[in-house]
Nanobody
């Protein structure tokens, strides 16, 4: 059974940084492309970053140059380093496969506010 557990969110001032983690289990993590997604109430979930099994990364234009996705296959964990945070980055952040499984984790709330 696929399980995804996100952590690392919180309240941060504009310009600050956070590092999110997502611990995955129930599947062969190393062969799957993974993504970080975010959702704001009333809006569709959007993908902000993805990383292929080989390590190639892609980013949404809105976070390019500020966010960095990485993975540790030995720990079955994917990370999202978020720098220069803006109020518009406020959302619930979740991880899943690039082709998402039906069961999402609980997500982690990121709030950027002064």
């Amino acid at each position: 059974q696929v399980q995804l557990v996100e952590s690392g969110g919180g309240l941060v001032q504009p310009g600050g940084s956070l590092r999110l983690s997502c611990a995955a289990s129930g599947f062969m993590f190393s062969i799957y492309a993974m993504g970080w997604y975010r959702q704001v109430p009333g809006k569709q979930r959007e993908v902000v970053a993805s990383i292929a099994d080989g390590g190639r990364t892609n980013y949404a234009d809105s976070v390019k140059g500020r966010f960095t996705i990485s993975r540790d296959n030995a720990k079955s964990t994917v990370y999202l380093q978020m720098n220069s945070l803006k109020p518009e980055d406020t959302a619930v952040y979740s991880c899943n496969g690039v082709r998402p499984w039906p069961n999402w984790g609980q997500g982690t709330q990121v709030t950027v506010s002064s």
